[in-house]
C-alpha cells in the first residue's frame, strides 16, 4: 500500500531506507559524503537485508555515476543523455516491454530506488534528502530555499537566470536584475520575476504558486496572468486557476520555522504533509481519517512530535511505530 491508502503499492521500508543513504551519499559537501558512507556502512552490517537492498541500489547510482563521469563530472549532459533515453521508451507499445527489461536489470532493488529517488532527482544541480532543506545562495545573488526531498536545476547564461523545479517545493528571494529575467519553470508553465520573493511547489499533476512579495507573471499555454502578494495559484495542464487569498506573512514565517500551520484542515491533507518530511512513510486509512479537521501548528522537523501533538488534540488517533521508518496511524473508531 502507499503512504496515503491502503489499496496502491507501496515502495518497501527497507528500500527507501536505503534510498536515503544513496541520496546523502551523493550529497555536494565531502564532509556530508564521509558521515553518510560510515552511516551506510553501519546500517548494511545491522541486517542481511540492509546488505541485499543496498547491494542493488549501489549498482544503479555506479551506472548513473558513470555517466555523469563520462560528461567530466557535470549533470547537464547526463540529464541530457536519460533524456533522449526516456524519448527513444516512449512507443506505448514498447512501454510495457521496456519497464521489465528495466526491472530485470536492475533487480528489485534497483527498481525501487527509481521510484523513490528517479535519476532527475539523483542528478538534479541541487537538491534535499527527505526530512533535510537547504538555502543556497545563486550566482547572481538570489537565494533559494529548498523543501524536504526536493531539487532543481539551474540554467544560466547572459540572458538568462533560468531555475527548473524537477521535483518538492522552492522558495525564492529573486535579486534585481533588469537585463535577465528570472524564471522558474515546471512541467505546467512558467513563473517569470524580478525582485520579489514567492514559494513554488510541484505535485503531481500541477504547479502551486504562493506570492509573498511583489509580483509575477505566470504562463500556462497561451493564457498569461499577474499574481499579486497575497495570492495563491494553481497551474494545470487545463491553464491557471483562480487567485485564492493567503496570509503571506504567515506562510512565509512557517516555512522559514519549518512549521505547519493548519487551519481547519482535513486530517488526510495533514498527515500528507508529514509523510514529506518522514523518511519512510506514514501509512493510513484516507476514508477514516477525512472527517477529523485539525486546526494547528505542527514541527515539520520532527514528525514524531508532530504526531504526538495530532493524538493528544484527537484521542481517537492511534499512531503505531512499526520501525523508525513506517509509522501507521488509524481510529479506534471503527465509523
Known amino acids: 500500500m502507499s503512504r496515503a491508502s491502503a489499496g496502491e503499492p507501496a515502495v518497501d521500508a527497507t528500500a527507501m531506507q536505503a534510498a536515503e543513504w544513496i541520496v546523502r551519499l551523493t550529497a555536494d559537501d565531502p564532509a556530508e559524503r564521509e558521515r553518510a558512507r560510515r552511516g551506510f556502512e553501519a546500517w548494511k552490517r545491522a541486517d542481511p537485508e540492509h546488505a541485499a537492498t543496498a547491494a542493488g541500489m549501489e549498482r544503479l547510482l555506479g551506472q548513473l555515476q558513470a555517466v555523469r563521469e563520462r560528461s567530466g563530472g557535470h549533470a547537464r549532459p547526463a540529464r541530457a543523455a536519460l533524456t533522449a533515453s526516456a524519448a527513444e521508451a516512449r512507443p506505448r507499445r514498447r512501454r510495457a516491454g521496456a519497464t521489465l527489461a528495466l526491472v530485470l536489470a536492475l533487480g528489485l532493488p534497483g527498481w525501487l530506488l527509481l521510484r523513490a ?107 498569461a496572468r499577474v499574481v499579486d502578494p497575497g495570492q495563491r495559484v494553481r497551474i494545470t495542464g487545463a491553464g491557471i486557476g483562480p487567485a485564492e487569498p493567503v496570509d503571506a506573512r504567515g506562510i512565509d514565517n512557517a516555512w522559514t520555522q519549518h512549521r505547519l500551520v493548519a487551519d481547519d484542515r482535513p486530517l488526510p491533507e495533514v498527515l500528507d504533509e508529514l509523510d514529506r518530511y518522514h523518511p519512510g512513510g506514514i501509512v493510513y486509512d484516507r476514508a477514516r481519517t477525512q472527517g477529523i479537521r485539525v486546526s494547528a501548528v505542527l514541527p515539520l522537523d520532527d514528525t514524531p512530535r508532530a504526531l504526538q501533538l495530532l493524538v493528544d488534540s484527537f484521542p481517537q488517533l492511534r499512531v503505531r511505530t512499526l520501525t523508525s521508518y513506517l509509522v501507521l496511524v488509524d481510529t479506534s473508531d471503527p465509523s
Open 117 to 223: 529517488c528517479p535519476p532527475t532527482y539523483l542528478l538534479a544541480d541541487l537538491r534535499t534528502a527527505i526530512g533535510d532543506t537547504r538555502v543556497q545562495m545563486l550566482p547572481d545573488g538570489s537565494r533559494i530555499s529548498l523543501d524536504t526531498g526536493s531539487a532543481v536545476n539551474l540554467h544560466y547564461d547572459a540572458g538568462q537566470r533560468g531555475i527548473e523545479l524537477v521535483r518538492g517545493a522552492i522558495r525564492v528571494e529573486v535579486a534585481t536584475d533588469a537585463a535577465r529575467p528570472f524564471v522558474v519553470r515546471t512541467p505546467q508553465g512558467s513563473i517569470r520575476a524580478l525582485g520579489t520573493r514567492f514559494i513554488v511547489r510541484r505535485d503531481a499533476q500541477a504547479t502551486v504558486l504562493t506570492m509573498l512579495e511583489s509580483r509575477t507573471t505566470v504562463q500556462a499555454g497561451a493564457e
